[in-house]
């Protein structure tokens, strides 16, 4: 390889990783800005975090939306990300594992999402423009990851076939980043607190439902294994 053909590529590899840095830096400040405001987070007060300019960000983001939607499905895969470090595994200990996940969702949903919570998951009559693109994308994440984490649970504590429609509505409720703000909030509750309760819920419903479909002759139409789900935490 010529040696000027050499340095230029090293060059082009440099610039590269540079603007790879950059825009990292970007989503990271962007992650905490938002979980501060909400949307009314501002493309300055991102760059004054980040130590990057206004100018720099909209290089990467055309519009002040168009950065507000990368953020927020930055923090849902955030949300959402497997393993959760440290967790049981749900067959060597169910309820340890249930305990670990409940705690782990809501630190996640009051330390990622944080104020945001209230604009992803509140009423969208009103959402407009490129922001409405979240309304899918929150929905999708939450059934793609929601519904495997009740599949798990539901047949690991002896359940066959489909979790009940009423069980899913539970684990979707109970591990509601709106259930975190709320009793944060309103109760002054710790994450960790709120995990807690909420595993003991779970636990409860979970063992009626099985009882429930046990004392009815079970439902055996259905494969048990449910197929495969993605990697759990």
């Known amino acids: 390889m ?21 825009r990292d830096r970007i989503r990271k400040a962007a992650m905490e800005v938002v979980a501060l405001r909400g949307f009314d987070a ?9 130590h990057v300019s206004p100018r720099t ?7 002040q939306d168009r950065l507000i939607v990368g953020t927020v499905k930055d923090m849902l895969e955030a949300c959402a990300r497997p393993p959760v470090e440290g967790l049981l595994s749900p067959t060597d200990d169910f309820d340890g594992w249930l305990e670990g996940l409940a705690s782990t ?12 919570s209230w604009d992803i998951h509140g009423p969208t009559s009103n959402v407009l423009g490129a922001l409405s ?14 519904s495997y984490i009740v599949s798990l649970a ?24 709106l259930t975190t703000q709320a009793l944060m909030a309103d109760l002054d509750r710790s ?14 419903l979970l ?27």
């Open 57 to 63: 960000i909209f290089r990467y983001y055309q519009s």
């Open 2 to 22: 010529p040696e000027d053909q050499g340095q230029g590529t090293h060059r082009l590899s440099l610039a590269q990783e540079q603007r790879e840095l950059t």
């Open 105 to 116: 969702i809501h630190s996640r949903n009051a330390e990622i999402l944080g104020a945001a």
């Open 133 to 146: 693109e979240l309304v899918p994308l929150r929905r999708e994440y939450r059934l793609h990851w929601m």
């Open 154 to 177: 539901w047949r690991t504590a002896g359940g066959t076939g489909e979790p009940p429609e009423d069980l899913a509505m539970a684990f979707f409720l109970n591990f509601s980043p």
């Open 191 to 204: 994450p960790a607190q709120i995990g807690a309760l909420t595993a003991d819920i779970l636990k409860m």
């Open 42 to 50: 501002t493309v300055d007060e991102i760059a004054r975090v980040s």
């Open 207 to 233: 063992r009626r439902a099985v009882e429930a479909q046990r004392s009815a002759g079970g439902d055996v139409s259905t494969d048990a294994d449910g197929g495969e789900g993605p990697p759990g935490p």
